[in-house]
C-alpha cells in the first residue's frame, strides 16, 4: 500500500490512454452540441413567432420586452453552440489522424522489439 501513495499522479497514464479517451468521447459532445443547436434553433424560431403575435395574444409590454431577452439569449446560445460544432468538426479529423498515426509508431515499435 505505501508504493502506491509514493507514486505520483498524472492527468494523464499516456498518450496513448488520452487519444483513445479523447476519440471515444468526441462524438457525444458533438452529437450534444448538434441537439442543442437544433433544439435552441426551434426554441428560437417559437420565441420569434411570439414576438410577431404579441398583439393577437394580448401580450403586455413586459412580456414583449422578456421575449425580446430570450431571443437575445437564444441567438447568442446558437452562435456558440454553432461555433462550437464547427470546432469539433475540425478537430475530430485531426484528432483521428493523430490516433492511427500513434498506433502505426507502436505497431513500428512493437515490430522492432520482436526481431
Known amino acids: 500500500m505505501t508504493e502506491e501513495k509514493n507514486e505520483k499522479v ?4 499516456s498518450l496513448h490512454d488520452f487519444l483513445f479517451e479523447l476519440d471515444k468521447e468526441w462524438s457525444k459532445f458533438r452529437n450534444g452540441t448538434l441537439i ?4 435552441s434553433g426551434i426554441l428560437f424560431v417559437i420565441v420569434l413567432w411570439l414576438i410577431l403575435r404579441t398583439r393577437v395574444f394580448g401580450l403586455g409590454l413586459f412580456d414583449f420586452i422578456f421575449l425580446l431577452i430570450a431571443g437575445v439569449f437564444l441567438g447568442y446560445s446558437i452562435y456558440a453552440m454553432f461555433a462550437q460544432y ?30
Not at 498524472?10 to 497514464?13: A, E, G, I, L
Not at 442543442?36 to 433544439?39: D, V
Open 36 to 39: 442543442g443547436l437544433i433544439s
Open 10 to 13: 498524472y492527468p494523464v497514464k
Open 86 to 115: 464547427r470546432f469539433f468538426n475540425k478537430w475530430e479529423r485531426r484528432i483521428g489522424l493523430l490516433l492511427h498515426l500513434e498506433e502505426q509508431i507502436l505497431a513500428g515499435k512493437l515490430e522492432e522489439k520482436d526481431a
